[in-house]
């Protein structure tokens, strides 16, 4: 993996993490493969995003970036309400499969609690990550790669991406920093809702999101 702190990547460079959705609520492990809507609490948290990001760009003048989303129904759902405050166009949103969260193998789709009472615990509860490896599914440096390899393709103007929990997690580890997790920097968590700016390998809250933490919201 590359050393993402010294090479070019878009600046400033906006992450969002998307709101809440039903299987958030009910604490299903969504995965990449089932649509997950948003509930209402989550179009709320979108909002305010949206709502957020409108106001900075506004009073710093700064240009509007890129929009970049995950292909997951639930990122693309926030997206469309950010683009709006931010009177962009929704269709020039770019989607990267390379954004999409973590791959959750035979995990997908499955309450929580029936994948503990059968697999034992999966969740790190110290650092708010999965214990790995996933069956079939990801392990963060393969996040850290395919991230690696998006920041590569982006090219260093503005922009927002709109991704998920771990996603976000690893990018910022890699791009400003934080404590090692099976050999891969990972930053701290952000709630639902968040939205940072990253710029000279610094990162700034912008909105501290209203919603839940931890790789349950994932």
Not at 103 to 125: F, K, M, P
């Amino acid at each position: 993996m590359p050393d993402c702190q010294t090479m070019p990547y878009p600046q400033p460079l906006y992450l969002a993490r998307h709101a809440e959705t039903w299987f958030n609520r009910v604490r299903r492990m969504q995965g990449n493969e089932a649509h997950t809507p948003l509930t209402r609490a989550g179009i709320a948290q979108a909002e305010a995003m949206g709502r957020a990001l409108a106001r900075h760009f506004e009073a710093t003048g700064e240009p509007l970036p890129q929009l970049w989303s995950s292909p997951a129904g639930r990122a693309r759902q926030t997206a469309a309400i950010v683009a709006e405050h931010l009177g962009t166009d929704y269709f020039a949103v770019r989607i990267d499969p390379r954004l999409r969260e973590i791959e959750v193998g035979r995990w997908e789709g499955r309450d929580y609690a029936e994948i503990i009472a059968t697999e034992g615990e999966i969740i790190d509860a110290e650092h708010r990550l999965f214990r790995m490896p996933i069956p079939g599914g990801e392990h963060y440096a393969d996040i850290a790669r395919r991230l690696a390899a998006w920041l590569a393709d982006a090219g260093e103007g503005p922009a927002l991406v709109i991704s998920h929990g771990m996603t976000t997690r690893v990018l910022r580890g890699m791009l400003v920093g934080g404590p090692a997790y099976h050999g891969v920097p990972v930053a701290a968590d952000a709630p639902q809702g968040s939205v940072v700016r990253i710029a000279g390998g610094a990162e700034e809250l912008l909105l501290e999101g209203e919603g839940a933490l931890g790789p349950r919201v994932a």
